[in-house]
C-alpha cells in the first residue's frame, strides 16, 4: 500500500503540489489525470525520491517514510521498490547502449543476479513486452516509438518492482500501436500497484479503476473511474471531458475557460469556474467523500440550477406534462426532444411561469419556487418558438433588444444601446441605424429570430430556455448561433433547456437529452449514451428519423414502427 | 563511411592541386614564386635553367602536374638552397618533435580538459566547478607564448630543474631508457606550455556539453534506476560528452599546430615550427611549401583518425 498525506513540493516559491492526500492500496491502479503543468510529473518523480523541488509531506511505502530515506536508502528503493515509465519516450534511453545493456544496467547494479542470468532474464522480459530477442542488441536509434516504449516497459520490470509509475505512456505513439502498448500494460499491471499518470482519458479509462483529477496541485475529485467518466461532478472535471476529443461522446468539443494559473488563495480552480462564489476565492475547499466519490468544492461539485419535481399541466383533459422530473445542472445543455405536441413548449412555459403547473415543483439555485421576482427574469430568459408572438410590433428592432436591460436597470441609456448592438452583431445581424430602427413586424422569420435570440442573451443570463431557437433559421446562421451558445456557455457556464425535433442538432449541442412523448419524459440520460444504445422504442424512432447524409436505401425504408403503432392507437380513439 | 573515405580522397586531391596550382598561378616569374627572389639573385643561370628543365617549367602545366606528382611520390619536395639540403630531409628532421610535442600536446590537454570539463559541470555551481572554472579563464587570458615564457623564466631560468631548451641533450651518444628520459625532460616545459594553452578550450566545451547532458531525460532515467553516481557520471554523461569533444578536436589541430609553432620558437625546440620561422626569415619557400603541404595532410589525417574513432563510440554513425 502506498499512501500519499499532505504532499507539498514547490520549485523556488512556485508551489506546484499543495497538499495531496492519496492512497494507493496494493494491486490497484490509479490514474492521475490533469491538464499539462498541473504537477503530474513531479508527483511521480517525488515519489521516486527525485524531486528538485522542496518536498513536504509523507509518502510511505510498507510503513516506511520514503521522503526521510538516506540518498543511498532511496538508491536502493528505486527500481527494487518502484519503477517508472518515463514520459519523452524518444528520449529516456541512452543512445550510445544497447537495449539489452540498459534493461541489464539495474539489475547488475543491485546485484540481483549473475550475467550470465541477467542477460537470460533479459531475453525473457523483451519477450514479456513483444519483442523479438534481437531487440537486445539494437541502440535505440534503431527501434521505433513503439518498440522503445516496450523496452522501457520491460527496463522498468527487469528488478520486479511492487509500484510502477507509467508517465503518459502512449502519448508519443500513433493510434495503433498505442492500443497495442494499453494493452500490454493492462497485462503488465495485473498483480502490481500501478501509477498512471496521463492527460489522456481513454488511457485513464482503459487502464485504471480508481481516478484523481488534479489541478494545480489539488486533488479535485477522486473516485471510480468510470463513475468519474460518465458523471463528472467537479467543474475541471467536466471541463476536462468536454475538451477530450473521443469517440464516445457527442457534444461538439469545448474548453475550460482562462488558462492555469497559480492561485494563491482558496480554491485553485476559482479564476475559471463558472459556479464560484465569494467563499471560492478566501477557502480552499477540502477533499470530502460526496456519495460515491471525493470532490474538493465549496459547493459540492457542480450545482442544480433548475430541477421539476412531478409537474402536472392538463389543458382540458389533455396531459400536457405528466409528473415531469428534469433536473438541470450548471452549465449544461439539456435537450428536451419529442414530436410536436409532446408538451415540451407546455414544460418550457410553466418554467418560466407563463402558465401554472396543477401539481409538482420547481426549484430554482436549491430554492422552492413560489412567485418569480424580477431577480428571476434577470437570470433566466426564454427564446420562443414564435418570436412575433413575443416581440410588439411597435417596437423598433433597436427597442426590442434594449427593453429587458431597461426592465432589470442595467447601465445607463448609452450602454445599454451599446450592449443592445454588441448583442445583435453576435447572432450576426447588422447594427446600422436603418436596421435598429426598423420594425420587428417587417423582418423576416429569420431575422426576427435573432433578434429574439440578441433580446435573450442581452442581459447575461444564466439559464436560457430555448424553445426551437434556430428553427427558422438556414443552416448556415443556425451553426454560428449554435456556436456562439456553446462558447457562452464555455465562458460563463451558460446552462441551457433546449427544446427542439432535430435530433441531430440535440446530438452536438447537448450534455444531456430527455425524450418526451404525450406529456411524459420517456427516456432520460447523457446524450452519447441515449443516442447510442437508446432503450424506449419512441427514442429509437426519432433517431432513425434524424437526418443522415448517407445515401443508402437503407434510411429510408427505415420503418419507424412505433409511430405506426401510435398513430393507430390515436385512430382507434385509444 | 565509403562516402567519408570519398571525402578524404577529394580533400586531399584538392590540397595537392592547390599547393601545385597556387605558385605557378602568381603573376611574375613562376621560379621566383616557387624559391623566392633572394634565391634567385644568388643563382648562377646554368642552376636557372636546370631548375626550369627541372621543373619543366617550359612545358604545359599537365606536364607540370605530372612532373610534380612523381616526384611527390619520390618523397621529392624540393632543394632548399638556404640549409642547401633536400626539403623532404629537413622536414624529417623536425617532423619527429613537433609530432611528439603537438600529437601529446593534443591528446593531454584534450583528456585533461575532458576530466576537468566533467568534474565541473557534474558538479556545477559547487565549489569544485567555480574553483576549476575561475583558475582556467585566468589562464585563458595569457597569450601562448607567454604562458611558455613564464614556464620558462621560472622552472628553467630560476628553479634550473628543466632544461633551458633543445629537445635532448647533444653529444652525450645516450640511448635506451636514458634517452627517453633525456626527451622528456626537453619534452616537459614546451608541452606543458602547449597543454596549458590548449586545455581550457577542451574544458569549456567539455563542461557545457556535460550540463546539457545532465539534462537530458536519459540521465533522468539512469538516476530513476537507481545507479551510484560513479556509473551515471561515466557510463551514461561521459560516454555521451565525449562526441562533440572529438568532433572539435579534428577542428582543433590546425590551431594547436599555430600555437605550438611560437612555444618551439619559445623553448628553441627543433620541430617543424622553429623550421617554419628560419625559413620565413630566409624566404626559404620550398621548404614553406612543403611543410604547408604536410600540415595540411596532417589535419586530414587526424580528421580521418576522428571519423574512425567517432564511429567506435557512436553507433548511430554508419
Ligand atoms: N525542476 C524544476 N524547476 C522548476 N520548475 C519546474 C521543475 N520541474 C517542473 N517545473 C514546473 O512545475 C510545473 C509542473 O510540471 P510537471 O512536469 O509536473 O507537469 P505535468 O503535469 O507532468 O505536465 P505534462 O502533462 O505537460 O507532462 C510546471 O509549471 C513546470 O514548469
Ligand atoms: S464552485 Fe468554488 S470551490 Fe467549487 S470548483 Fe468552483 S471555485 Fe472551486
Ligand atoms: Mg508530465
Redesign the pocket.
Known amino acids: 500500500m502506498l499512501k500519499i498525506n499532505d504532499l507539498k513540493v514547490c ?2 516559491n ?1 508551489r ?1 503540489l499543495k497538499g495531496i492526500d492519496l492512497e494507493i492500496r496494493q494491486g490497484e491502479v490509479l490514474s492521475i489525470v ?12 517525488t515519489l521516486l525520491g527525485l ?3 522542496k518536498v513536504e509531506g509523507k509518502v510511505t511505502l510498507e510503513d516506511e517514510n520514503i521522503l526521510t530515506l538516506s540518498e543511498d536508502e532511496k538508491r536502493t528503493l528505486r527500481w527494487n521498490k518502484i519503477s517508472i515509465v518515463f ?1 519523452d519516450v524518444a528520449r529516456a534511453l541512452n543512445p550510445l547502449m544497447t537495449a539489452g545493456e540498459q534493461i541489464m544496467e539495474p539489475m547488475l547494479e543491485n546485484k540481483l543476479y549473475s550475467l550470465e542470468k541477467a542477460k537470460a532474464r533479459v531475453l525473457t522480459l523483451l519477450k514479456e513486452v513483444g519483442l523479438s530477442q534481437g531487440c537486445a542488441d539494437l541502440y535505440p536509434h534503431q527501434l521505433s516509438g513503439g518498440e522503445k516504449q516496450r523496452v522501457l516497459i520491460a527496463m522498468a520490470l527487469a528488478n520486479n518492482p511492487e509500484v510502477i509509475i507509467l ?2 505512456p502512449t502519448s508519443a505513439l500513433d493510434a495503433i500501436t498505442r492500443v497495442e502498448i494499453l494493452k500490454l500494460l493492462k497485462k503488465i499491471a495485473a498483480g502490481r500497484t500501478v501509477i498512471v ?3 489522456d482519458l481513454s488511457v485513464a479509462a482503459k487502464l485504471s479503476q480508481k481516478m484523481a483529477v ?1 489541478y494545480s496541485g489539488r486533488i479535485v475529485e477522486l473516485g471510480e473511474t468510470k463513475k468519474l467518466l460518465q458523471n463528472p461532478k467537479h467543474p475541471y472535471t467536466r471541463g476536462l471531458l468536454r475538451s477530450f476529443p473521443n469517440m464516445t461522446t457527442t457534444k461538439d468539443l469545448q474548453g475550460i475557460p482562462g488558462r492555469q494559473e497559480n492561485v494563491l488563495e482558496g480554491c485553485t480552480f476559482h479564476p475559471r469556474c463558472t459556479q464560484k462564489i465569494s467563499r471560492c476565492e478566501q477557502e480552499v475547499p477540502e477533499l470530502e467523500q460526496q456519495a460515491d466519490r471525493k470532490i474538493a468544492c465549496h459547493r459540492g461539485g457542480i450545482v442544480t440550477l433548475l430541477e421539476t419535481r412531478d409537474l402536472v399541466k392538463k389543458y382540458n383533459r389533455v396531459k400536457a406534462l405528466d409528473k415531469v422530473s428534469i433536473e438541470l445542472v450548471e452549465g449544461e445543455t439539456l435537450a428536451v426532444v419529442g414530436q410536436s405536441g409532446s408538451g415540451k413548449t407546455t414544460l418550457a412555459k410553466c418554467l418560466m411561469g407563463l402558465e401554472d403547473s396543477e401539481s409538482g415543483e420547481i426549484f430554482f439555485n436549491g430554492s422552492k419556487l413560489v412567485n418569480r421576482k424580477k431577480e428571476f427574469y434577470k437570470q433566466v430568459q426564454m427564446i420562443f418558438q414564435t418570436p412575433q408572438e413575443c416581440i410588439s410590433h411597435r417596437l423598433n428592432v433597436l427597442d426590442a433588444v434594449i427593453e429587458p436591460l431597461n426592465i432589470q436597470g442595467i447601465g445607463s441609456r448609452e450602454e445599454r444601446k451599446e450592449m443592445a448592438k454588441k448583442a445583435l452583431q453576435e447572432v450576426q445581424l447588422a447594427v446600422d441605424d436603418s436596421f435598429l430602427k426598423r420594425y420587428a413586424h417587417y423582418l423576416s422569420g429569420g431575422e426576427i429570430q435573432r433578434v429574439a435570440i440578441a433580446r435573450a442573451l442581452v442581459i447575461n443570463p444564466k439559464l436560457i430556455i430555448a424553445d426551437e431557437p434556430t428553427s427558422a433559421l438556414d443552416a448556415s446562421v443556425q451553426a454560428k448561433i449554435i456556436r456562439l451558445l456553446l462558447d457562452i456557455q464555455e465562458k460563463r457556464g451558460l446552462t441551457m433547456l433546449f427544446i427542439t425535433h432535430d435530433i441531430a442538432l440535440a446530438r452536438k449541442i447537448s450534455d444531456r437529452v430527455a425524450v418526451m412523448l404525450s406529456g411524459r419524459i420517456v427516456e432520460e440520460g447523457p446524450t452519447c449514451e441515449v443516442f447510442s444504445s437508446p432503450q424506449h422504442p419512441y427514442t429509437r424512432d426519432l433517431l432513425r428519423a434524424a437526418p443522415e447524409l448517407s445515401s443508402h436505401y437503407s434510411q429510408e425504408t427505415k420503418t419507424l414502427q412505433y409511430c405506426q403503432v401510435l398513430k393507430l392507437q390515436e385512430r382507434s380513439g385509444y | 563511411m565509403k562516402k567519408k573515405a570519398l571525402d578524404y580522397l577529394l580533400a586531399f586531391i584538392i590540397i595537392i592541386s592547390l599547393n601545385f596550382l597556387l605558385p605557378r598561378l602568381l603573376p611574375g616569374d613562376p621560379l621566383a614564386a616557387i624559391y623566392g627572389e633572394e634565391a634567385l639573385i644568388a643563382m648562377t643561370s646554368e642552376l636557372e635553367a636546370e631548375l626550369i628543365e627541372r621543373f619543366g617549367l617550359d612545358k604545359s602545366l599537365p606536364e607540370q602536374f605530372i612532373i610534380y606528382l612523381s616526384s611527390l611520390l619520390k618523397a621529392d619536395l624540393g632543394y632548399s638552397y638556404y640549409y642547401e639540403t633536400s626539403v623532404t630531409k629537413l622536414i624529417l628532421g623536425a617532423l619527429p618533435w613537433t609530432l611528439l610535442l603537438v600529437g601529446l600536446g593534443l591528446v593531454l590537454s584534450t583528456l585533461l580538459g575532458f576530466i576537468l570539463g566533467l568534474e565541473s559541470g557534474w558538479n556545477r555551481g559547487r565549489w569544485q566547478d567555480k574553483g576549476i572554472l575561475t583558475g582556467l579563464m585566468l589562464l585563458n587570458g595569457f597569450p601562448d607564448f607567454f604562458i611558455g615564457i613564464l614556464l620558462l623564466l621560472v622552472f628553467a631560468v630560476s628553479l634550473g630543474i628543466f632544461p633551458l631548451s633543445g629537445a635532448l641533450t647533444p653529444y652525450t651518444g645516450l640511448s635506451g631508457f636514458a634517452l627517453v628520459r633525456d626527451i622528456l625532460w626537453h619534452l616537459s616545459l614546451p608541452l606543458a606550455a602547449v597543454v596549458l594553452s590548449e586545455i581550457t578550450a577542451s574544458y569549456l566545451l567539455t563542461r557545457t556539453t556535460v550540463i546539457t547532458i545532465l539534462g537530458e531525460p536519459f540521465i533522468l532515467t539512469a538516476r530513476a534506476k537507481g545507479l551510484k553516481d560513479t556509473a551515471i557520471r561515466y557510463r551514461h554523461v561521459g560516454k555521451n560528452s565525449l562526441l562533440p569533444i572529438l568532433t572539435r578536436t579534428g577542428i582543433r589541430v590546425g590551431r594547436i599546430f599555430a600555437g605550438a609553432i611560437f612555444i618551439e620558437i619559445v623553448f628553441a625546440y627543433p620541430g617543424l615550427g622553429v623550421l617554419i620561422f628560419n625559413s620565413l626569415m630566409a624566404r626559404d619557400y620550398p621548404v614553406l611549401q612543403g611543410i604547408f603541404l604536410l600540415v595540411a595532410i596532417g589535419v586530414l589525417a587526424t580528421n580521418f583518425i576522428v571519423d574512425l574513432l567517432y564511429k567506435k563510440i557512436d553507433p548511430r554513425v554508419v
Open positions: 520549485y523556488g512556485y506546484i490533469g491538464e499539462s503543468g498541473t504537477g503530474k510529473t513531479t508527483l511521480a518523480l524531486c528538485q523541488g514520459q508517465d503518459e499518470v496521463t492527460h488534479l
